[in-house]
T-cell receptor, first 116, second 113 residues
Framework: GAVVSQHPSRVICKSGTSVKIECRSL??????MFWYRQFPKKSLMLMAT?????????EQGVEKDKFLINHASLTLSTLTVTSAHPEDSSFYIC????????????FGPGTRLLVL | GENVEQHPSTLSVQEGDSAVIKCTYS??????FPWYKQELGKRPQLIID?????GEKKDQRIAVTLNKTAKHFSLHITETQPEDSAVYFC????????????FGSGTRLSIRP
């Protein structure tokens, strides 16, 4: 199957700093990527849809100024958590849609963020 | 928007027995239904999916059934093995190129030896 990488896998930062998470599709082009947040023992909550070359579409309740998304190329989307606070601590996972199979999404390995 | 409900939240079965997880969806426009398996601390892995033009799909010990009229779909795992222990998520999408996938709440499956 298609491969999606995510970096970093784990990050610890101080409250008030910003953290950037990268999501890459390694062997396919992804015009659309998705960013999810997952709390312990909970489901994946869709935060936003990242569209190459255009603005991201955010889900209701997700602050676009807090979670900045950039999809500058067909293989890279970034999520920046700005002015992070302890409540932003979570597992963030991206997924990318394989353009050859429009429905199937492949997930990155996730980034565990801990804000102190 | 789409809402996907999943039951049960936890399921424990004896090794070798079958496990069934059920989901319902609300949006009649949904036509793509993937199932993901997630092990602790790992990424979700697609294990099987079904599109609305079929009622059943099988892949070795895993099968999925879809009832579009009732907006129900189910995952069946037969001859369960210890490595089947994980969290399973159902999901629904309308299948367009920009469509988002909405996940169910997950089922934690434990296989008793």
């Amino acid at each position: 199957g298609a491969v999606v990488s995510q970096h970093p896998s784990r990050v610890i930062c101080k409250s008030g700093t910003s953290v950037k998470i990268e999501c890459r599709s390694l062997d396919f082009q992804a015009t659309t990527m998705f960013w999810y947040r997952q709390f312990p023992k909970k489901s994946l909550m869709l935060m936003a849809t990242s569209n190459e070359g255009s603005k991201a579409t955010y889900e209701q309740g997700v602050e676009k100024d807090k979670f900045l998304i950039n999809h500058a190329s067909l293989t890279l989307s970034t999520l920046t958590v700005t002015s992070a606070h302890p409540e932003d601590s979570s597992f963030y996972i991206c997924s990318a849609r394989d353009g050859g199979r429009t429905e199937t999404q492949y997930f990155g390995p996730g980034t565990r963020l801990l804000v102190l | 928007g789409e809402n996907v409900e999943q039951h049960p939240s936890t399921l424990s079965v004896q090794e070798g027995d079958s496990a069934v997880i059920k989901c319902t969806y609300s949006d009649s426009a949904s036509n793509y239904f993937p199932w993901y398996k997630q092990e602790l601390g790992k990424r979700p892995q697609l294990i099987i999916d079904i599109r609305s033009n079929v009622g059943e799909k099988k892949d070795q010990r895993i099968a999925v059934t879809l009832n579009k009229t009732a907006k129900h779909f189910s995952l069946h795992i037969t001859e369960t093995q210890p490595e089947d222990s994980a969290v399973y998520f159902c999901a629904a999408s309308n299948g367009s190129s920009a469509s988002k996938i909405i996940f169910g709440s997950g089922t934690r499956l434990s296989i008793r030896p």
